[in-house]
């Protein structure tokens, strides 16, 4: 069955060339060479794109992909919540439904997986992430609003025979990350990746009788089969994965055979269950290297089945998505473009509580992406994409991006561009459902859960300046972007501490990002990197304007990095420490509440900080130890009526600082070259 | 194996269909690898441009290292003595048309490469 499957899809493919490659065409997503940061800008791609390497992974506990972000100041990562202990990441100050996260070009992280998606990735797997500022590439949707991350995984071809990384924290959580791989033949690689987590005690340290973070374990397998054939321009890829995380949370006592849906103890479970396959077929064409044809299809089975207290929340995401790109030259390779069509399918069973919310969704799309590059100073991309969607109706997404060099070491970027979606308000806020709130959405004539299709149009502008600073080389980044929301699926926790409202904007939502960077090479291996970061989140709501709740307007980044010089056999010592501070920021609403379950309409600012050290045995083993959160700044009180979890004031929700003090972890990477 | 087996049959059938349709539009995509002087990315820049002035020119790819300049042209639209003649007119000396005295002069200080 799955032989036939497998072939099928290959034949389907009638003809090709790799996305990632159309990819890098499109976006021009440079990758230097020789160069040994972790982080890389260039000044050359059009778009406001960075690009992290696996080392720059390698610098915090990063257990999962949602982590692996804590050195990187373009993406704020939140403090996990209270209960489900997933960290949600933020681009521009607005939320992960935002941005199209995708995964070798193929949307992963949507729908259904919204919450957790990004915990579902290991950080090992990982290869490489682009992560572009601003309105993004038309080729892979029109979802995307504040930005894109792009991660590559690991590629079977040029992939070592056998790693293995085990981990351990304080936190009682191990990880356990072998890879294999074998080339079978000069053309066909394989690599097969498996991913074990488990969290095997219950921590408490704030006393409030609530875990701090889930038990929780996690499987997480995939085989990749790769083959390139430079000779005949055929290249393909076939995924096929499988992942089971388990979660469970609430308070100490809780005892989910004896306790579920009862009132003895407050607890919840959180199961998914998901099933992946993905293909992509590519060609490049004979003596004209500059055309080539890729064809890329998916499939995804997600199931998620879990409780919060007295609610229940099952959701289960069928979904297709499939892309076919055309890319070639006009003339010659100074106008490129890319052009092709688009299908997605999502049937979602779901069920909130004993209501049936569950609906199909599918979209198809045509696009087409024209890049202009003189190869020296000027390059822009201008996109556009026609689509159907059953829910968002007929609608066209433009995009553009330019660049142009105006001196020597300097780049000047603006884009602006549009993005519609159909906000998934259960899925995006089931943290939500662990509290007593009563989920009401106030519109009834949308067609998304009675709400209107989300739009907005994202503007910005960046520039970078490469320069000395005193002998050392430093390099200074100004970002500034905007968000305009014309629609907006509006999540009201400004009302009442009782209730989360969603209803259509009415008024002005917008998003204003500043972002200043300064990065100083002190001497040779040892680098500074520093950030400051401005948001203006302002949304209309029913009971007034307010900035949106649990984001900082002011933040710091800060982070050190140092490296002994590679002695014989590879020997290493590698630092590396960051420091955050963040701002006040807005609160839920909780007024209403009897004093001692209300909290201040703002939250204390406070700073946290990381560090690491790697000890390099050779270019084979290594050893790192580091913390989190080594201050121990705790948020005061992390569950809101914890001494009465299924009374009027119950939420868990509302986290704006770390609940688990500090963390002490400690691993082993293992490699055969 | 047996899904490799299936695998590489498919890709088998697509490959041979496909050698079939490359091959006619090959007079159209001639590649060509011409030595052009130069020194450093600035040179690059310039010669590139140069070569992408003639129209019939699809790709054009100058290595610093080597001194190669790899073209694709559409042999149709243009030749290679056109190609070669639009570099020498911008100072670069190519293995058939050098530049003029005159036109190497204009050069920038650092692009004076070594004449042969």
Redesign the interface.
């Given at each position: 069955m799955?032989?036939?499957l497998?072939?099928l899809t290959?034949?389907c493919?009638?003809?090709s060339f790799s996305q990632e490659t159309i990819k890098q065409d499109s976006l021009k997503t440079v990758t230097v060479e020789g160069s040994r940061k972790g982080i890389k800008k260039s000044l050359n791609v059009t778009a406001n794109t960075t690009l992290v390497t696996s080392k720059e992974l390698l610098k915090a506990a990063c257990c999962n992909l949602a982590e692996s972000f804590e050195t990187n100041p373009s993406i704020d990562v939140n403090f996990s919540d209270a209960l489900t202990g997933t960290k949600q990441i933020k681009m521009l100050g607005l939320t992960s439904p935002y941005i199209l996260i995708t995964e070798e070009n193929v949307p992963s992280v949507r729908g259904a997986s919204q919450a957790y998606g990004m915990s579902f990735t290991p950080g090992t797997w990982v290869e490489s992430i682009q992560i572009t500022k601003g309105a993004g590439s038309v080729v892979n949707g029109f979802e995307s609003i504040s930005g894109q991350i792009n991660t590559e995984l690991i590629k079977p071809i040029g992939d070592i025979p056998l790693f293995v990384n085990a981990y351990g924290d304080s936190g009682s959580r191990f990880e356990l990350n072998t890879h294999f791989n074998k080339k079978?033949s000069d053309k066909?690689a394989t690599s097969l990746f498996v991913h074990g987590n488990a969290r095997v005690a219950k921590n408490d340290m704030n006393d409030d009788g609530f875990m701090d973070n889930p038990l929780g374990k996690q499987l997480n397998v995939v085989n990749r089969w790769q083959?390139a054939n430079p000779e005949?321009g055929?290249v393909?890829f076939?995924n096929v994965r499988y992942m089971n995380d388990e979660k469970q949370t609430g308070q100490l006592d809780f005892d989910p055979d004896r306790d579920k849906l009862t009132t003895n103890f407050w607890g919840s479970e959180i199961n998914t269950e998901r099933l992946d396959f993905s293909s992509k077929v590519g060609?490049v064409?004979?003596?004209?290297?500059?055309q080539s044809i890729g064809f890329q299809n998916a499939f995804s089975n997600h199931n998620q089945q879990s409780y919060f207290g007295l609610n229940q929340y099952n959701i289960k995401q069928q979904s297709y998505y499939s892309n076919l790109i055309f890319n070639s030259?006009i003339?010659?390779?100074?106008h490129k473009f890319a052009t092709g069509l688009n299908f997605t399918y999502d049937k979602y069973a779901e069920f909130v509580n004993l209501a049936d919310v569950s609906r199909i969704d599918n979209s198809v799309g045509a696009f087409f992406e024209y890049t202009f590059d003189?190869?020296?100073k000027f390059s822009y991309i201008l996109g556009g994409r026609m689509d159907y969607h059953n829910r968002l109706g007929v609608f066209f997404t433009p995009r553009l991006h330019v660049k142009y060099n105006p001196w020597e070491k300097a780049v000047l970027r603006f884009s602006a561009g549009r993005g519609k979606r159909a906000a998934n308000i259960f899925a995006e806020n089931q943290n939500l459902f662990a509290s007593s709130r009563v989920f009401s959405v106030l519109d009834t004539n949308g067609k998304i859960y009675g709400l209107d299709a989300e739009i907005a149009w994202n503007y910005g502008l960046s520039f970078t300046q490469n320069f000395m600073f005193f002998g050392m080389k430093a390099d200074t980044t100004i970002d500034f972007y905007r968000t305009d929301f014309q629609n907006q699926a509006v999540v009201d926790v400004m009302n009442s501490p009782q209730q989360v409202l969603f209803y259509n904007l009415d008024g002005k939502s917008y998003a204003n990002s500043l972002q200043l960077d300064f990065n100083l090479e002190i001497i040779k291996h040892l680098n500074l990197r520093t950030a400051y970061k401005y948001y203006d989140i302002a949304t209309d709501y029913i009971s007034g304007s307010f900035q949106r709740p649990l984001q900082a307007k002011h933040r710091f980044f800060g982070n050190v990095e140092y490296a002994t010089h590679i002695v014989e056999k590879g020997k290493q010592w590698k630092f590396d420490f960051t420091w955050n501070w963040l701002g006040k920021q807005q609160l839920p609403n909780t007024a209403t509440n009897p004093h001692h379950d209300r909290l201040p309409n703002f939250s204390p600012s406070f700073s946290t900080m990381n560090a690491q050290i790697t000890r390099t045995f050779s270019s084979t083993f290594e050893i790192y130890v580091g913390g989190e959160n080594i201050g121990n700044y705790t948020q005061h009180k992390a569950v809101l009526g914890a001494e009465n979890p299924f009374g009027p004031t119950f939420d868990t929700s509302i986290v704006y600082a770390p609940v688990f003090g500090q963390m002490y972890y400690a691993g082993v990477r293992f490699k055969i070259k | 194996m047996?899904?490799?087996k299936?695998?590489v049959i498919?890709?088998l059938?697509?490959?041979v269909s496909?050698?079939a349709q490359?091959?006619e539009?090959?007079s159209k995509?001639a590649?060509y690898n011409i030595e052009v002087n130069g020194n450093c990315e600035m040179c690059k820049?310039r010669i590139?441009?140069a070569a992408?002035s003639v129209?019939g020119?699809?790709?054009?790819e100058w290595h610093i290292d080597d001194h190669q300049l790899h073209l694709?042209i559409n042999e149709e639209k243009c030749s290679l003595i056109e190609i070669k003649k639009a570099i020498a007119k911008v100072g670069h000396d190519t293995d058939e048309v050098k530049a003029t005295d005159e036109d190497y002069q204009k050069l920038h200080g650092c692009c004076m490469y070594e004449r042969k």
């Open positions: 799955k032989t036939s497998l072939f290959m034949l493919a009638a003809v079978v066909w083959y005949s055929w393909s076939l060609y064409f004979k003596d004209m290297p500059y030259i003339s010659n390779t100074m003189d190869n020296d | 047996n899904i490799m299936n695998i498919g890709l059938l697509m490959l496909f050698t490359a091959q539009k090959k995509n590649k820049k590139e441009k992408f129209s020119v699809k790709s054009a694709i």
